[in-house]
Nanobody
Framework: VQLQAYGGGLVQAGGSLRLSCAASGVTFTNYAMGWFRQAPGKEREFVGA????????RYADSVKGRFTVSRDNAKNTIYLQINSLKPEDAAVYFC?????????????????WGQGTKVTVSS
């Protein structure tokens, strides 16, 4: 399983950004997908996730209403739309996959990880 995250960059506070994560070597619809982030000196934290079908999503309280996770199963890709960026959103963002064909959206226990894409927020 390979996950490739991309789309990070430098954005002004209040701006928007869309991250993408392409999966290969996997039957994409067998996996729930998640986004995590890690800021310098901090532990990696859950950001948001989506069920295999896309019908269920779940978010960390800190990003609810600003971040949206979506997926395109035809393209084996998930997305993280980030709006109203705050300085505290600056981090390396990782996508991850966990085998799950249920409607549950896990926040932990992910098996496969991408390499991360960096988001920098200027104030």
């Amino acid at each position: 399983v390979q996950l490739q995250a991309y789309g990070g960059g430098l954005v002004q506070a209040g701006g928007s950004l869309r991250l993408s994560c392409a999966a290969s070597g996997v039957t994409f619809t067998n996996y729930a997908m998640g986004w995590f982030r890690q800021a310098p000196g901090k532990e990696r934290e859950f950001v948001g996730a989506i069920s295999w079908s896309g019908s269920g999503t779940r978010y960390a309280d800190s990003v609810k209403g600003r971040f949206t996770v979506s997926r395109d199963n035809a393209k084996n890709t998930i997305y993280l739309q980030i709006n109203s960026l705050k300085p505290e959103d600056a981090a390396v963002y990782f996508c991850a996959a966990v085998f799950s064909r249920t409607l549950l959206v896990p926040t932990r226990g992910y098996s496969y990880w991408g390499q991360g894409t960096k988001v920098t927020v200027s104030s």
